[in-house]
């Protein structure tokens, strides 16, 4: 099949230019449809429904709302995102499996079909999909391992009942203690460290038990078990995390490391009683992931030189401000793998310790015995410490002391919630600290949101054009001439979109990254925090000292390919 000709035959293209195509996409390793769709010669739409017509196929545009798990069985993994076939649904009484497939004039993919099929003694039933639609049915229906579902069919024979509340005693503890729950569990705890999750959250629905896993900060779905082994994996889970197994009305908070592959990875656990049962949400603390470099975090020069001057500096305070999830204590992570060195003394109080590391007294507080971060900062002067992080300023008393602390000769690093760095000074003054303590403390206040990366081995170059390229220009359009002066040329400027494929799982996005906005203090910034500060006051400076805002480190990284133009708007929406 020739959709390359047949867009000759067309008119939508010369036989000049249909020549060239299909020179590039032979050197490019490239099919025809790729092709026609990077150079946007035809819409995806469109294309699929001219292939169609010419291979007689139907095309498929809606997804089934539940694929039975036993199908996905028939078809591996491997073979579904090497063939792009898609196994959609199964006709029980008629043995007809109805599959979706991009290529099913593939003669390879044909036989990999029908070899599988016929050892099911199944009659394939063959649809037409796009790209898109296959790229939709990776994302919402994960292949399930074997091993899980194995373990499912022994957990299920063990149990036999409707409901697991009947399960006397003695033998749901033998249970959570038996391999089928302790291999479940794994297999969950595996798949989220090698999928790269950030979290996993197992949580009950009317109908069954539903397993979803955090990438790049998006929920995913991966596992639908049945409701019935619920409070078996829970109390599994409690096991691991030292928690009180019988306790199910109210939270509980633990923590548990295991070896998966050559890795140590920790996992951080919070059970939550829901009317349906409990629900578990696990975070998962991969040292590789999650311990960056400063580097790494997607600093601009003029902010990686500005971050270096403080943290050169013997006292001081560096505040991370921003929601919940915007990778604060990451950013301060990265500066402890400089400052963490032999011959200072580093102690921190965080709520939760998120990673252990080497060197640093790391420190849990514990409202409910009442150890809290002003209490324990209080207990931390005594330490003799060269460096201290606070996890969060919360209230006017932890806002005193770390300002005391910075003042009296020590580098303090902490949190705070503000929407942008403008924010900080008037923050601290509303927490109590006077104006005039704010000048000699606070070195560097920085605000930060996370975007998704782009995926480096797919995302496709496209040009800027129209309401997207006038969104842009707006947003660096108050930025230093040096750093846009290659934007604003009359050339033509690109940018770049998520595709998808094998490597990224066919997300089109692998990672995440920081845009950030950071303001030090200096004598001019000190005059404006004496003389009642407003935000508009405090921007004006820190345009003076070269600042950008999230927003426009967003717009370069958008417009150095680094990612997307919908994920900037994204962040533009939270603020």
């Not at 997804?63 to 995102?81: F, M």
């Not at 150890?371 to 932890?398: C, H, K, N, S, W």
């Not at 820190?542 to 150095?560: C, F, P, W």
Request: hydrophobic share 40%; proline share 6%; charged share 30%.
């Amino acid at each position: 099949m020739d959709l390359i000709a047949q867009l000759v035959k067309q008119k939508k293209i010369k036989r000049r230019e249909a020549s060239k195509l299909k020179a590039e996409a032979k050197r490019r390793e490239m099919t025809q449809e790729e092709i026609i769709l990077e150079k946007k010669i035809l819409p995806e739409k469109n294309l699929f429904e001219l292939k169609s017509k010419l291979t007689g196929f139907p095309l498929r545009e809606t997804l089934p709302e539940k694929i039975p798990s036993k199908i996905l069985e028939i078809i591996p993994r491997d073979s579904v995102e090497y063939y792009k076939i898609a196994p959609l649904s199964w006709k029980k009484d008629e043995r007809v499996l109805e599959v979706g497939m991009i290529y099913p004039e593939n003669p390879q993919a044909r036989e990999a079909l029908k070899f599988l099929t016929r050892q099911q003694k199944l009659q394939p039933k063959i649809y037409l999909i796009s790209f898109s639609y296959f790229k939709k049915y990776l994302e919402q229906y994960r292949t399930p391992k074997k091993e899980v579902e194995r373990a499912l069919e022994r957990l299920e024979e063990e149990i036999k009942l409707e409901r697991p509340k009947l399960v006397k005693k003695e033998e749901f503890d033998r249970l959570v203690e038996e391999a089928p729950v302790i291999k479940m569990v794994g297999v969950i705890l595996r798949q989220a460290v090698e999928g790269r999750a950030s979290d996993i959250h197992i949580e009950p629905t009317r109908e069954n038990l539903r397993v979803r896993y955090r990438l790049d900060g998006v929920l995913h779905s991966s596992l639908i078990l049945p409701l019935k082994v619920l409070p078996a994996i829970v109390a599994r889970i409690k096991i691991l995390s030292r928690l009180k197994i019988d306790e199910t009305r109210i939270p509980q908070d633990g923590r548990f490391s295991t070896k998966i592959g050559e890795k140590t990875i920790d996992f951080r656990v919070s059970t939550f009683p829901t009317t349906l049962g409990e629900k578990v949400a696990i975070r998962v603390l991969d040292p590789e992931e999650g311990l960056k470099s400063l580097a790494e975090l997607g600093l601009s020069q003029r902010n990686f030189e500005v971050v270096q001057r403080a943290i050169k500096k013997p006292y001081g305070m560096i505040l991370a401000t921003g929601p919940t999830g915007c990778g604060k204590t990451t950013t301060l992570y990265a500066l402890f793998r400089i400052l963490n060195k032999e011959g200072v003394n580093i102690v921190t109080l965080e709520d939760p310790v998120e990673y252990f590391i080497d060197g640093i007294n790391q420190s849990q507080i514990r409202p409910e015995i009442d150890y809290t971060f002003a209490r324990g900062l209080r207990q931390i002067l005594r330490q003799d410490p060269d460096i201290i992080m606070v996890g969060e300023i919360r209230d006017t008393e932890t806002a005193a002391l770390a300002t005391h602390a910075a003042l009296t000769g020590h580098l303090v690093l902490s949190t705070l919630h503000t929407n942008n760095v403008m924010g900080v000074i008037p923050r601290l003054i509303d927490m109590g600290v006077q104006p005039f303590l704010i000048p000699p403390t606070l070195s560097l206040a920085i605000a930060q949101r996370l975007v998704r990366a782009l995926c480096p081995f797919c995302k496709k170059k496209v040009k800027l054009t129209g309401e997207p390229k006038r969104y842009l220009l707006e947003k660096i359009k108050n930025l230093p001439p040096k750093m846009v002066e290659k934007y604003k040329t009359g050339k033509s400027l690109y940018i770049y979109q998520p595709k998808g494929c094998k490597k990224c799982n066919y997300k089109g996005y692998s990672g995440r990254i920081g845009v950030f906005e950071i303001i030090e203090m200096t004598d001019s910034l000190a005059e404006i925090t004496l003389q009642k500060p407003s935000e508009k006051e405090i921007l004006r400076e820190g345009r003076s000292q070269g600042m950008i805002t999230m927003e426009e480190d967003g717009a370069l990284k958008v417009l150095a390919g680094v990612t997307s133009l919908e994920e900037i708007m994204r962040v533009a929406e939270e603020k």
